[in-house]
């Protein structure tokens, strides 16, 4: 099964193709640029280097959030055209899912932590269970937006070693060395920002459990009100 997958969640663009357990390419970039600048560009460029012919392609996989705003609306919109224009159905993988998914087989809790801004990170909480000759993800808290003292709590209930990534590390580094009392470490560079490999890998097991939708129907998922909504409930509110 082909799949595109397209992570723009964050200030890493990636976008990747997969074949059944096989990544073709991957392109990602994690510099200052718009994600309206960068995604249809890197699609093109890995389409022409890999040869491939869009119509032969199975499913579109996005990571629908939670994430940018601005990052995750590009993406959808992205999704959504292509998912029109070559009548293909659209699978919605959580970006912090394909987070954890970096650290595929990891012995480990896995935290992804996003800064949301606002004193928030967006996050979630996995780990991995054997399963045959590889892994399931198993979600131990879901995708949510939480103060980061409220997730090192949870952290340190479990009582198990963790390991964090993701763009708000080094944002909370202090405070997750200060307040995490068991052992953790963090993912190293390779493998700590967003991968749309990783989207692809777990788009394909939610495919075949026949979690996907059309391209009408895919919406991405924010977990709270942008900015601009919260302006204007608080001025609602007074």
């Known amino acids: 099964m082909k799949i595109i997958a397209i992570d723009s969640s964050g200030m890493t663009a990636s976008v990747a193709i997969t074949e059944d357990d096989i990544t073709i390419a991957e392109y990602s970039v994690n510099y200052k640029k718009t994600h309206s600048q960068t995604l ?3 699609l093109d460029e890995v389409s022409k280097m890999t040869e491939l012919d869009l119509n032969t392609v199975d499913a579109i996989a996005i990571a629908k959030g939670p994430g940018s705003f601005t990052g995750l609306r590009i993406g959808s919109a992205t999704a959504k055209g292509l998912g029109f224009t070559l009548d293909k159905p659209i699978i919605e993988v959580y970006t912090t899912d394909a987070l954890a998914y970096n650290m595929y087989g990891t012995d480990r809790i896995v935290c992804p932590l996003m800064d949301a801004r606002r004193e928030q990170v967006y996050t979630g909480i996995y780990r991995f269970v054997r399963s045959g000759d590889g892994f399931d993800l198993e979600t131990l808290l879901k995708p949510s937006a939480l103060p980061v003292e409220e997730v090192v709590k949870k952290i340190n209930e479990l009582n ?11 944002v909370y580094k202090d405070k997750l060395d200060a307040l995490t009392k068991v052992d953790h470490v963090y993912a190293p560079s390779h493998r700590n920002r967003q991968s749309a490999a990783s989207v692809g890998a777990l788009a394909l097991k939610l495919y075949k459990a026949g979690r996907y939708v059309s391209s009408d129907d895919h919406v991405p998922e924010y977990l709270r009100l942008s900015q601009a909504e919260r302006e204007r409930k608080e001025k609602e509110d007074t």
């Open 40 to 42: 249809l560009p890197m």
């Open 160 to 170: 198990e070693p963790v390991i964090y990534l993701g763009d708000g590390v080094p």
